[in-house]
Each structure stands twice: as structure tokens, then as C-alpha cells.
């Protein structure tokens, strides 16, 4: 009972916190732990092949390999099985890397001096400014450049120790728009035997205005120096939407949140989730960046997901996690011990599982275990019987008066026979029975064993027994014994006939 009582008042803290207007800035701790083991950081580049036919003086085929970057930012899995959702944009570019390639490898081999990016550029020489636009896309039969052109994805996630080599994934799906959300699957190891932590999704995004939340990202690859940015933000006005996202506004104005919020953009936090602060659910992406912020839905999420053939679900690790993590922030640090250990065992580099293990551990048995004020808790006192005895006793007196009252209300005159008080009865029959004593002896007549031999008296008519006066009959007074004639049976003084044959009795 007691447990029950402290788990109630646990949750019951917890939708207090939750209810909290958004302009206290007052969040529940723990709120994003749900999602923060599934973001990932995730890193695109193009890697290119390009050959040079240098026919300018002797003829040479000059082979470079160039590594260029498209984008950097986060991303969240959300099925087991590693699927990534994060934005078009950090996996596309719509600058062309092969004109970037050809650049370089002009600038490297003819030593001229031009811009190394994504620019067509020109060189005083007209041979080699001829020889330089023939190197440049698209590729025809007089190309100075064959140009070859490799995407590479690579998923560095949640972990600890830190992956430095990372997971390689496919592009499954793109979005129309740098901004759109874009769909990854893994096609190298993933780590964990039952697959990979997942982030839960929500079902659309909260309308009010100035609803709370929370951004979870990183600006580097995870690892023992570089933790998740986790920023408190607020919803502004509108709905999200593909084109121009729901922006981010302070209720107290005291933050300038899109300037605050560019900013992680710019350092890494594209296409970071936002978190609700309801259920700790995504119910978006960042985009932007400089001096602003928005945010698309996950609407919008659900969408690309669908159309790239992916359904997103939880996991084994998930259920196990989520376990745990509801006795963690209701303070009974005992039970949940063991189920942040089931989750390392299933997905050994959890970082959120393993720091809340350590927490757990600390303060297990302590004052503030919950599960241990239990055990030392003394009993309650029970409730003593003597009351309901009492109560009991009268119920049953009660009930017994009410049942009397019934019977004498049912119980009325006309329904008595017309009979002489039991008593009186008995009366009269003992002074018979008297009597009939010196009578013959008659044969015995067997009694009815079924009778009912109760008397009952009726103490509401009451009644006189008149004391009887026995009779002493003197020698004189004894009447002489007779016999029937016919059968031998000995008669009474007033009997005219025979009570065994009939016979009559001459007198």
C-alpha cells in the first residue's frame, strides 16, 4: 500500500510539473531522456574520382581522389533496425562537386591560380582555358575529365565508448526541398543484438502557442568530450508546415530564441528533434540557421517515412528502457538498477541507460530510495474489532426486532382457532387422565411419532389455572370390578358396552 502511495504521489508531482504555464520555464528533468539515446549524428560527403588528359604538351592521364563534404547534422532513428530520418540538406547539396573536382585538379597539375569551390571559373592562357571548360561537367567525347562521383553516409551514434569509424548508410529517400526530411537505412553493423534504440513520435504538433519543448543535438561526433546539446525552446504562432516550419518565440521575450536556436543550427543541430514537453514524444525537425530557427512537423516526418517504405516502431530495447526509466523518476532507485542493466545488456553503449545505472546505484538503499523507505516504514496501525462486534451486535438486534414487530403485526385474532388456552387444555386433560386410571386397562394405542409436542403460550391472554381438588375415594365408595361377558374384558363402573367387542352389559 505504501508503494502504490508513493508511485501515485510520484506521477501525480510529475503532471503538476507538466502543467506549469510555459512562461515559468519550470521543466521537468528527464523529459528528453526518451529520445536522446536514438539521435544520431550523421555526416555526408562526396567522394570523387577524376581523371585529367593533359593534352597540352605530352599527352598524361593525371588521377585525383577528393573527399568533398555536403553536410553535417543530426539525426533520429526511429526503428530498430537503424533508420534515420534527419533533412534533404544534409545529405544533398545542390552545388555541383564535380566542378569542384575539376577545379582542384586543374589548379594542382597546371599550376594556375583559381578558386578551389563550386564556381566556373576562367584563366588567361586560352589553351588551358579551353582544356579547363572542356574539364568541366557535363561529360561529352572531347571531355578533358572523366569524372566519377560517390556518395558517402555515415551514422555516428549515441554510444560509449565512442565509434569513431561510424555506420554507413543508403539514401533511401529525398525531399523536394533542402528543408524536406530525408530517409537513411544503415547498410553496415549496427550495434546491440536486438538493433538499435528508436525515438518515439508523436501523433501532430501542439497548437498553442508558447508550448514548451526541447532541442537534442550534436555539434561533433559523440564521444567522452562531446555530450548532446539539449536547448529549452518555445513554440510560436502558426502551425508547422513544409514551406516555412513553425517558428520559436519566448513568452517572457526575455531570450531571443530563433537567434539562439540558429545558432546550434550552424553548429551542428540540423534536423534535430524537437521534443515535446508533454510526453517527452518528437513532434519535429530544427531547420534554419544564422539568426533563425523554425521547426517542421512531424507530419511532415510521417510523410517522408511512408513514402519511403519505412514504418517506424519501437523496440525490445525501447520497452525495456522505458521500464526503467519510470521507476528512475519516481524515485525507487533498487527496481530500476537492474532495468537500466537489461538495457546495456541488449544495447551495451547506451549512455543515458548507463549515467542513470550509476545514479541508480548511488542512491539505492538511501534516504531518498523510495522503494526503501518502504521496507522501513513501520506498519500501520490495524483497525481494533471491538467496533465492529458492536456493530455487528446491534445489525443483529435490530433485524431480530424488526422480524418480531413483522410476526405480531401478521399475528391477528381471526387467526387463532377456537380453542381453549393451551394451559387450560392442559389442565383438563391431566384431571381426565386421572379419571380414566382406574378405568380397565385398554390396549395401547402407538403414538404418533411425527407430532409436534411444543406448547406454545400466548402471554398476551392471560388466564387462571384453577387448582383441582383430587378426590379420595374411600373402600366404600370403590365400585365393584365388572367383565364382559363376551370377550373377558374388564369394564368400567359407567360403561354400557364393551369398548374392546361391543358387546353390551347387562346390567
Avoid at 519543448?213 to 539539449?230: I, L, W, Y
Wanted: net charge neutral; glycine share 10%.
Amino acid at each position: 500500500m505504501a508503494r502504490l502511495t508513493a508511485l501515485a504521489g510520484g506521477v501525480a508531482a510529475t503532471l503538476v510539473l507538466l502543467a506549469l504555464p510555459a512562461s515559468a520555464h519550470e521543466h521537468p528533468s528527464g523529459i528528453t531522456d526518451l529520445v536522446t539515446p536514438a539521435v544520431v549524428r550523421v555526416e555526408a560527403s562526396s567522394h570523387i574520382e577524376i581523371t585529367l588528359l593533359d593534352h597540352v604538351g605530352e599527352l598524361m592521364h593525371v588521377e585525383r581522389s577528393y573527399d568533398v563534404p555536403l553536410g553535417v547534422g543530426t539525426g533520429i532513428v526511429v526503428n530498430p533496425e537503424g533508420a534515420v530520418v534527419t533533412l534533404t540538406r544534409v545529405v544533398k547539396t545542390d552545388k555541383d562537386v564535380a566542378v569542384y573536382a575539376a577545379n582542384k585538379i586543374f589548379a594542382e597539375h597546371h599550376k594556375v591560380k583559381i578558386p578551389i569551390d563550386f564556381e566556373r571559373h576562367k584563366v588567361k592562357d586560352d589553351l588551358l582555358e579551353h582544356h579547363l571548360k572542356e574539364c568541366y561537367p557535363p561529360k561529352t567525347n572531347v571531355s578533358t575529365c572523366i569524372i566519377n562521383v560517390t556518395t558517402n553516409v555515415t551514422i555516428f551514434p549515441n554510444v560509449s565508448p565512442a565509434d569513431p569509424k561510424g555506420i554507413k548508410a543508403d539514401i533511401v529517400k529525398t525531399g523536394p526541398l533542402p528543408d524536406s526530411p530525408a530517409v537513411l537505412i544503415p547498410t553496415g553493423r549496427t550495434v546491440g543484438s536486438v538493433g538499435m534504440p528508436t525515438a518515439p513520435l508523436a501523433d501532430k504538433v501542439p497548437d498553442q502557442q508558447g508550448s514548451p519543448t526541447n532541442v537534442a543535438g550534436f555539434t561533433d561526433r559523440p564521444g567522452a568530450n562531446v555530450k548532446e546539446a539539449v536547448e529549452i525552446a518555445h513554440l510560436g504562432k502558426g502551425g508547422g508546415g513544409q514551406d516555412a516550419g513553425r517558428s520559436f518565440a519566448d513568452p517572457e521575450k526575455k531570450v531571443d530564441e530563433p537567434v539562439k536556436l540558429g545558432a546550434l543550427v550552424d553548429r551542428g543541430l540540423l534536423g534535430a528533434p524537437v521534443i515535446g514537453d508533454k510526453d517527452g514524444h518528437v513532434i519535429g525537425m530544427l531547420i534554419g540557421g544564422g539568426k533563425e530557427a523554425r521547426m517542421i512537423g512531424v507530419r511532415e516526418i510521417l510523410a517522408a517515412l511512408a513514402k519511403a517504405g519505412v514504418a517506424p516502431r519501437r523496440g525490445a530495447i525501447d520497452a525495456a528502457f522505458e521500464a526503467a526509466l519510470t521507476r528512475y523518476h519516481t524515485k525507487y532507485y533498487t527496481e530500476a538498477a537492474p532495468g537500466f542493466q537489461r538495457v546495456l545488456e541488449l544495447y551495451p553503449g547506451n549512455v543515458v541507460a548507463a549515467k542513470l545505472l550509476q545514479t541508480s546505484l548511488q542512491k539505492r538503499g538511501g534516504p531518498e530510495d523510495a522503494g526503501s523507505r518502504q521496507t522501513v516504514a513501520p506498519a500501520p496501525r490495524s483497525m481494533p474489532l471491538w467496533p465492529l462486534i458492536v456493530a455487528a451486535g446491534v445489525l443483529f438486534v435490530a433485524a431480530g426486532a424488526g422480524a418480531f414487530l413483522l410476526w405480531r403485526r401478521r399475528r391477528t385474532p381471526d387467526d387463532q382457532p377456537d380453542q381453549p388456552p393451551p394451559l387450560v387444555a392442559a389442565a383438563a386433560a391431566a384431571a381426565s387422565a386421572s379419571a380414566v386410571s382406574s378405568a380397565p386397562t385398554s390396549p395401547p394405542v402407538p403414538l404418533d411419532e411425527g407430532a409436534n409436542q411444543t406448547v406454545v403460550v400466548r402471554r398476551s391472554q392471560p388466564f387462571q389455572v384453577v387448582p383441582q381438588q383430587k378426590q379420595v375415594l374411600t373402600a366404600q365408595d370403590q365400585p365393584s370390578v365388572k367383565y364382559c361377558t363376551a370377550c373377558g374384558m374388564r369394564l368400567g363402573a359407567a360403561h354400557r358396552f364393551c369398548g374392546y367387542c361391543g358387546h353390551p352389559i347387562e346390567t
